[in-house]
């Protein structure tokens, strides 16, 4: 049976600008935590190197993973799009040292066999997931003392818990309908701590400085026992 899913992100696959070929520093693989240009932290958020497996879940079109490669990481991607991964292994065909996968990120993680050093997910899979679904089966599959880090939109206040996407379509076609789950920074604490993450944090980095738009990005970060 198809995964409705899958469709509403290969839509969004099609109205999706690419990843730009430079960032602001001239560089041609970048990590961006944040959906602004040129912002926020990097890879420091995960605390890996050379040799280690990082998972990313929903991967999309892979300039994260794939600059992961390029650090010498082992870096496995999952997206449910048909359209990204294509998108993805087209623009990163020479990353040695990435691979990526098609399929649901809970059924990835439950079928995995890896240690991951780190897993995270950027406005990815775990945005679009029960978190007391994927908190445990993120740490099952990670080492002791290895990171998990998501970031997505801050929720509204008052608006927590299951939430509504609306991913456009054609101009004659009735959006598609993803859902997501919000939940307010103490609530991430609690539940990473919960699901047994340690040093867990949570919070929203606020918008750039430069331009008009004001919405953070809420950026939660944890370490399994």
Known sequence: MTDSRSAAWDAYARRKSPRRRTNARGETTWFNWTQYPDH??????????????????????????????????????VDLSAARLAGARERWADAEGMELH????????????????????VFGAAYFTEPRLMLPAVHGRLVPGGVFALSQYPPVEGCYGCQASYIPRGFDEDPAIVKRWDHPPESWIAMLEEHGFRDVTAGVLPAPARGRRRIGTLLVRGVRV
């Open 40 to 77: 926020g932290p990097g890879t420091e958020v995960l605390a890996v190197g050379s040799g280690d497996h990082v998972l990313d879940l929903g991967c999309g079109t892979g300039g994260n993973a794939a600059h992961l490669a390029t650090l010498g990481v082992r870096a496995v991607g």
């Open 102 to 121: 098609r399929g649901d990120a809970l059924a990835f993680l439950a079928a995995a066999t890896t240690p991951y050093r780190a897993i995270y997910s």
